[in-house]
């Protein structure tokens, strides 16, 4: 930070990040303004302040890990109108201040903006304004609630609050957050010294006696309509399992009500709770602290130096080749996408160019970008074409002779030290790799669908896969911009296995006559994007059985292939006596109807009659999260699973476990690793052996472990 | 002994509609006012005899603020003497302002009380108290509160109404309340004139003379934009059974938005002999409940329930039902609930679908019906109910003597 005063005497000061490092960054930002406001309240002849704001985007993210680890309320609420102080004490100096704006404004710079008298930008393009803590959990807590709505008005500031919307400049500008635009630096320097030279009087709008809320506070008889409608529009979106949006529609209101100080007391209180309640910890552990651990390498063999990767093959352009195709190729690699004959490959370019066009639309990106990209992409039907590729990944249909002879013929075009990668979400990638004739550089990348909106991919590591070849695809997962987990080879991996337990707890409940509306509404209560039995919808009924087949190929011991399971019956019902397998075929436990919603087919309740004494809520959504949990707990104990952060990032972003129980993992941990076992031990005994809690929590139990680590 | 509590007289206003209605020009304090002194005349009141005045107001705010209940009292030049007050249970606000009367009464505390209640829609709005329960997010986010139409909606859901079923019964109070206009069935109906003794309104304005169910059946459903939105989602959390919320109820088969009024004058048998008063009706049971918030309108059921059990009757014992008409799901959901299969005693004059809800008068306007029809077919035993914002539902029973 950096303090400077000129001849007119107008101190200026810099905020800009020096270091990069999270840990200490914020506190450090606000001890370095603690000092140079003591240094302010000290000038005897100054006449304004200017704050410039420079690039803030790292610097700006709110004070988590401190806020994180406050686990008392006094202390919480304490240390909070404490920062909020420093913000008061410049709104208190008796000098105008103005923020020199040249960088985007996130979370605490923002607050920072808006203790300022004046607000000056520089107009550019690429500058944006944006509150996003509600994005990990938490709120604009340090007045930017109780000064946001006061100076643009609480309906523009509602969505900007509640979604953390981005602000352009012009956006900016015509909400009134922003006061002037500036052309350049220079510019912006001199406007804001004009500025606080004719404007010397100056007091925050809300500090002067006629204040009046700009546009009505909620009480206004327009904003108390549109008010009454979000605590509904919220829950719609968040089923009540996100607090954070609670919170700030609270503050929005109730700060809007009374006088400055006190709404910023309320808006304290209210963000006291929010930091104390557990979701919020749970979002915080998973979004923030684990996702970073996990992007950072975590899971990355951490001796073998950053490899490059330029030129990347992809054989097969059907659903997921195109997909990683377009996602390799946005990320700057050459792609070579390989199908059995030429129209087939073309067919994976028009998709990819249909994408592409998608987004031109949406102006997500250039004209020029997508030149770029389809540029580097070349489709052919020559395995002749892959030379020269560091990756090749093969994405064709799920069938391990098919993949087996595409491993064959394309590790005839390509190099030794090359890796070669199978995407699939079934087959065990040590069996795929006895095709190959270099095991150890064979590995598994499992993309999800569709691939350019799915963050994660699995990394799956066969028998032989070298730390070389793991690295390689470890560091290709991030440069494609996606977030890597690393499991070891295991039937049904770690994602799909333990999401399998979802769609086949729906169906368990189907069978015991639960009406399949409770079991959907039950699956999104529990925060899944959708329930169990729309899921088998997507994903086809007839995946479901093959899966099945497979495993009873694979393994002989699984637990599931021994007796007859309650959801045997609802698989062969439906594949066999209603022959409805899914979305895909327009009808499976949802009628499809044209121009029109799906709703569930009537035919399910008259074959799987309602019981009289059904499921509660509360039972499904505990049923939903044990029969996940436990199987990934089995994970841990046969070493699929090496890492809490990998299982709970993979299960948040691999198939939408709820991310306010903070991941799989962490909804074992709060629940208390007894406590759960206990629980799973009484399920288990109403509901089947799946519930059996494995030996492996025994272990820890008796080792007095108290969670995951 | 116990003292019986009396039903001396009931009377109402017509009621005018929200737009261009007849009463939109008129203060709700001056039209409570009129309605006050008419009483007064009609029996030549000895008004200092009154021991209290208990107005239901649902709005209290604005024109309707500061207990209307006094000020309309001293504005109809009633003796200083004569207390006031307003009181909210919302929709059954006016039958409770009846019920408190009848357990003064009895009591013994007191002798003589005007009860009754007031709703000026057109000039005071609904919402504009911005009460906590819609207006403040936090305790809205608890309650899962969702407007009384989507409560409406979610009965017909639950319960399988179709539209066509809803509509009829929406036919049949507009056509019931035309016809008992046409024969003058509303004996407590008195009209409202202005200052200068011209008439404002002398029937209710919100009939329909040529409604059909081809143009029921046109209008829009009310509600689907706002559930859309996430009061549909909002109301399924509490409801996971529901897949959808069929969205059935429209203006034409929910309550009407009027303006209206309507006093009931409640006594001991001593002060009605002191002041020559004829005695139409005994109070025989009161009863509120509560049910759940969400759904909002399925109070009337257990209400009534309770009020049979305190006057140790049976449903059957009841020759007339009044059950409020705020949506017509709600009166279907209470037949369901008591086991009525016909509709042959039930709201016989038609109800708030044809002729409008003004939500604090509703509850006294109900029980002044239902006396005039008791009377006018020489039966004994009648019913009023009505469901209540909140969940909560209010009942009265009354007996001929």
């Known amino acids: 930070m950096k303090y400077k005063k000129d001849a007119d005497n107008i101190a200026s000061i810099s905020l800009k990040p020096e270091s990069q490092n999270y840990d200490s960054l914020n ?60 913000l008061r004490r410049i709104e208190n100096l008796k000098v105008p201040v103005v923020a020199a704006i040249s960088g985007s404004l996130v979370g605490l710079s923002m607050e920072l903006a808006l203790a300022c008298n004046y607000r000056i930008a520089i107009e550019k393009e690429d500058i944006s304004f944006e509150f996003s803590g509600v994005k990990y959990g938490i709120m604009p807590g340090y007045g930017g609630i109780i000064r946001l709505t006061r100076t643009i008005g609480i309906e523009k500031s509602l969505n900007f609050l509640l979604n953390g919307d981005q602000f352009n400049v012009e956006e900016s500008m015509n909400s009134g957050f922003l006061n002037e635009l500036s052309s350049s630096n220079d510019d912006m320097i001199a406007k804001s010294i004009q500025w606080i030279k004719s404007n010397q009087d100056i007091e925050q709008p809300w500090d002067c006696k006629n204040f009046t809320f700009p546009h009505g506070n909620a009480h206004n008889s327009h904003n108390a309509s549109l008010i009454s409608l979000y ?160 990756l090749v990944i093969e994405a064709v249909y799920e069938d391990r002779n098919l993949k087996g002879r595409v ?82 080879d295991n039937r049904g991996f770690y994602t799909t296995r333990v999401f399998e337990r979802y769609a086949k707890e729906g169906m368990a409940l189907l069978n015991e006559g639960n009406h399949p509306a409770s079991i959907e509404s039950a699956g999104k209560a529990a925060g899944f994007p959708v329930g169990p039995l729309a899921v088998i919808d997507e994903i ?104 809490v952060a990998d299982a709970n990032i993979g299960s948040i972003y691999g198939w939408g476990f709820p991310l306010f129980s903070g991941g799989i993992i962490q909804y074992i941990n709060n629940y208390g690793l007894e406590k759960f076992r206990d629980r799973a031990n009484i399920l288990c005994s109403n509901h089947g052996e799946r519930f059996c809690p494995p030996k492996f929590l025994d272990t820890m139990i008796e080792n007095e472990e108290i969670s995951f680590k | 002994m116990m003292n019986e509590a009396y039903i001396y007289d009931s009377i109402r206003t017509p009621r005018g509609k929200r737009k261009n209605g007849s009463l939109n020009e008129i203060t ?71 019920n408190i009367a009848a357990m003064k009464v009895r009591s013994g505390w007191e002798d003589l009380i005007i009860a009754g209640g007031i709703e000026s829609m057109s000039r005071v709005p609904m919402g504009s108290d911005l009460g906590s329960m819609a207006f403040e997010p936090k ?68 009939v329909r003379k040529d409604c059909s169910l081809e143009d029921l059946s046109k209008l829009n459903p009310a509600f689907t934009k706002i559930g859309e939105m996430g009061f549909d989602a909002f109301a399924k959390e509490k409801y996971p059974e529901v897949e959808n919320i069929n969205h059935v109820h429209t203006a034409g088969n929910s309550s009407g938005i009027v303006d209206g009024a309507s006093l009931t004058l409640i006594g001991s048998k001593m002060s009605g002999e002191k002041l020559n008063l004829n005695p139409r009706a005994i109070i025989r049971s009161v009863a509120t409940c509560s049910t759940d918030p969400t759904i909002m309108l399925t109070g009337p059921a257990p209400a009534t329930i309770k009020a049979l059990n305190i006057a140790k009757m049976n449903i059957s014992d009841i020759d007339l039902i009044e059950v409020n008409e705020a949506f017509a799901a709600v009166v279907l959901r209470f037949m369901k609930e008591m086991n009525l299969n016909s509709m042959d005693n039930i709201n016989v004059n038609g109800g708030s679908i044809a002729m409008g809800h003004p939500l604090g008068a509703t509850g006294s306007i109900l029980l002044g019906t239902l006396l005039d029809e008791l009377e006018r077919r020489d039966q004994t035993v009648g019913l009023v109910t009505l469901c209540v914002a909140g969940g909560m539902g209010i009942a009265t029973i009354i007996e001929r003597i």
């Open chain 1, 27 to 86: 506190q450090n930002y606000v001890n370095a303004l603690l000092k140079n406001i003591d240094k302010l309240e000290n000038e005897t002849e100054l006449i304004g302040v200017v704050i410039r704001l420079t690039e803030s985007s790292s610097l700006a993210k709110y004070d988590i890990e401190k806020l994180f680890d406050i686990g008392k309320p006094d202390l919480c609420f304490k240390y909070i109108e404490a920062q909020k102080l420093c």
């Open chain 1, 231 to 390: 605590p509904a529009k919220i829950r719609k979106k968040t089923r009540g399992n996100f607090p954070a949006p609670e919170a700030i529609l609270s503050v929005i209101v109730e700060g809007s009500l009374v006088d400055f100080e006190t709404a910023s007391r309320i808006e304290s209180r209210f963000y006291t709770e929010l930091l104390l309640n557990k979701t919020t910890k749970n979002i915080i552990n998973a979004n923030w602290f684990q996702l970073r651990k996990v992007k950072s390498g975590l899971s990355r063999p951490k001796k073998i130096p950053h490899t490059t990767i330029t030129k990347v093959g992809v054989i097969g352009a059907g659903l997921m080749g195109h997909g990683i195709a377009y996602v390799s190729a946005k990320a700057g690699l050459e792609v070579v996408l390989i199908d059995s004959d030429q129209s087939k490959a073309d067919k994976g370019l028009e998709k990819i160019k249909k994408i592409l066009l998608a987004d031109v639309k949406k102006q997500i990106i250039s004209d020029g970008a997508v030149k770029g990209i389809l540029n580097r992409i070349t489709a052919s039907h020559k395995y002749s074409q892959l030379n020269g590729c560091d």
């Open chain 1, 407 to 488: 491993t064959i013929e394309a590790e005839k075009n390509i190099l030794n030290e090359r890796v070669f990668a199978s995407n699939t979400s079934t087959i065990p990638i040590t069996v795929l790799a006895e095709k190959s004739n270099k095991p150890e550089n064979f590995i598994g990348l499992h993309f999800f669908s569709p691939v350019n909106r799915m963050q994660l991919i699995e990394i799956i590591k066969a028998k032989k896969t070298s730390s070389h070849t793991l690295a390689k695809a470890f560091d290709y997962a991030l440069k494609i911009g996606k977030i890597p987990i690393v499991i070891n």
């Open chain 1, 540 to 643: 086809s009924i007839q995946l479901l059985a093959d899966i099945r087949e497979q495993s009873s190929e694979d393994l002989n011991s699984q637990r599931d292939s021994k007796s007859a399971k309650p959801w045997d019956d609802v698989i062969d019902y439906m594949l066999k006596v209603a022959k409805r397998t899914g979305r895909a075929a327009g009808k499976g436990f949802y009628e499809y109807p044209e121009n029109n919603e799906k709703y569930i087919w009537p035919g399910i309740v008259k074959h799987f009659h309602l019981s009289q004494k059904p499921s509660t809520q509360e039972q499904m959504v505990e049923r939903f999260y044990f029969s996940q949990s436990i199987e990934a707990i089995r994970c841990f104990e046969e070493k699929v699973l090496e890492s």
């Open chain 2, 28 to 98: 709700p304090t001056d039209l409570l006012s009129k309605l006050m002194l008419f009483l007064s005349e009609k029996h030549d009141l000895d008004t200092s005899q009154i021991d209290d005045v208990i107005i239901g107001c649902v709005m209290p705010v604005g024109d309707q603020g500061a207990n209307i209940g006094k000020t309309a009292a001293q504005y109809a030049g009633w003796d200083i003497d004569v207390p006031g007050m307003q009181i909210n249970r919302c929709c059954g606000s006016g039958l409770e302002a009846i």
């Open chain 2, 139 to 206: 305790i809205s986010l608890n309650n899962n509160y969702v407007p009384q139409g989507i409560g409406a909606d979610l009965i017909a859901s639950i319960d399988g109404y179709s539209r066509n079923e809803l509509d009829e019964l929406a036919l049949q109070s507009q056509k019931r309340a035309f016809d008992a206009h046409m024969k003058k069935k509303f004996k407590s109906m008195v009209p409202i004139y202005d200052q200068n003794g011209i008439l404002l309104l002398d029937k209710d304005e919100h």
